[in-house]
């Protein structure tokens, strides 16, 4: 039996239009059932902390379990490999710290793009760090601390917890915008940095705030400025980088992302409900005692912040021909 052209036409139009509104109306039901959090840390690790945090929030407040899944190993990469491969629905998240964000730099033949193939759903801390010196450096400031390296060229030694950490490539982004000659030393993590740091060994470097304070409040270690665009309540007296080298701004962070073509209403829920917790006091107070601020941003917001994260930190390994070890 042949059916009038109109009537196919009609058919076909409705039968096109099924899948879409299937889409549309889980996504409106969304979240229906378990979602993972894909974290590429190790279990206890300050981004595996505040995911577990904003897990718990999101499990109470959707009303479904939020469940932190740790994929650590190639910088981040497993992890944000799978949610690239993942349905586009919103029940595989990623955690987004800065490592994630860069990778491309870092590493070779990646089968994904970061800013193309997920999709920043909320931001949820920024992590700002500190310019720290040894007392036995005789600069108090920033302009001094860069006419002391300029007298001394190659001489400094610049700590950073290993090649194509964030406190390595924070120190070279200063190292390119100041033009001085400053040696970079990788260590094998924090505590070995921040021995020869605190011996004397290593001259300078580039730490999260929550890191190098203690030593900081002690007098072992001295606070330059913050590497942030304006100061912090952390350390309200201390001056920003930027106040000196205009446009210098680096901070680590931790936010959400799903893969690309994922629904802008389930995008929309999981930004909302986000927000909704930075606004909490207690989740609040918590996020603000592991060091981290909260940051209220909207999806295109985030993704710029990522966008212009890229464009920055990339510049800077270009410089510095760093790979990863």
């Known amino acids: 039996m042949r059916?009038?052209?109109?009537?196919f036409l009609h058919l076909a139009a409705a039968a096109a239009a099924v899948p879409a509104f299937c889409r549309t109306a889980s996504a409106l039901d969304y979240p229906s059932r378990p979602v993972r959090i894909l974290v590429g840390y190790a279990a206890g690790s300050a981004p595996d902390i505040v995911a577990r945090l904003m897990a718990q929030w999101l499990s109470d407040r959707?009303?479904?379990?939020?469940?932190?899944?740790?994929?650590?190993?190639a910088g981040t990469n497993l992890a944000t490999e799978a949610v690239v491969r993942a349905a586009p629905d919103g029940y595989t998240l990623i955690g987004i710290t800065v490592p994630?964000?860069?990778?491309?730099?870092?590493?070779?033949?990646?089968?994904?793009?970061?800013?193309?193939?997920?999709?920043?759903?909320?931001?949820?801390?920024?992590?700002?760090?500190?310019?720290?010196?040894?007392?036995?450096?005789?600069?108090?400031t920033v302009a001094e601390f860069i006419a002391y390296a300029k007298a001394n060229p190659g001489k400094l030694n610049m700590a950073s917890?290993?090649?194509?950490?964030?406190?390595?490539?924070?120190?070279?982004?200063?190292?390119?915008?100041?033009?001085?000659?400053?040696?970079?030393?990788?260590?094998?993590?924090?505590?070995?940095?921040?021995?020869?740091?605190?011996?004397?060994?290593?001259?300078?470097?580039?730490?999260?705030?929550?890191?190098?304070?203690?030593?900081?409040?002690?007098?072992?270690l001295r606070a330059l400025a913050v590497t942030t665009a304006t100061r912090v309540e952390l350390?309200?007296?201390?001056?920003?980088?930027?106040?000196?080298?205009?446009?210098?701004?680096?901070?680590?962070?931790?936010?959400?992302?799903?893969?690309?073509?994922?629904p802008d209403e389930v995008i929309?829920?999981?930004?909302?409900?986000?927000?909704?917790?930075?606004?909490?006091?207690?989740?609040?107070?918590?996020?603000?005692?592991?060091?981290?601020?909260?940051?209220?941003?909207?999806?295109?917001?985030?993704?710029?912040?990522?966008?212009?994260?890229?464009?920055?930190l990339g510049g800077a390994i270009k410089f510095a021909g760093i790979k990863a070890s």
Do not use: W
């Not at 033949?109 to 999709?119: H, Y």
């Not at 290593?202 to 072992?220: C, E, R």
């Open 3 to 7: 059916l009038p052209r109109r009537k």
């Open 62 to 73: 959707l009303g479904q379990p939020f469940v932190v899944e740790n994929r650590p190993g």
């Open 100 to 140: 994630t964000m860069i990778s491309s730099f870092l590493y070779d033949n990646l089968s994904f793009n970061f800013l193309r193939d997920i999709a920043p759903a909320a931001c949820v801390i920024v992590n700002p760090f500190v310019m720290a010196v040894n007392p036995e450096v005789p600069a108090k």
């Open 161 to 220: 917890q290993g090649t194509g950490t964030l406190t390595h490539i924070a120190g070279e982004l200063f190292k390119m915008m100041a033009g001085v000659d400053i040696l970079h030393v990788p260590y094998h993590g924090e505590m070995e940095a921040q021995t020869d740091m605190l011996a004397g060994r290593a001259q300078v470097m580039f730490d999260p705030i929550t890191v190098a304070l203690p030593h900081v409040s002690s007098g072992k």
């Open 235 to 262: 350390m309200p007296g201390v001056p920003s980088i930027a106040e000196t080298v205009p446009g210098y701004d680096v901070a680590g962070g931790f936010g959400f992302g799903a893969p690309k073509g994922t």
């Open 268 to 312: 929309g829920t999981l930004n909302k409900a986000v927000n909704e917790g930075l606004a909490d006091a207690k989740l609040k107070g918590r996020i603000l005692d592991l060091g981290g601020v909260p940051q209220v941003l909207t999806p295109p917001e985030y993704r710029k912040l990522i966008a212009d994260t890229i464009d920055k």
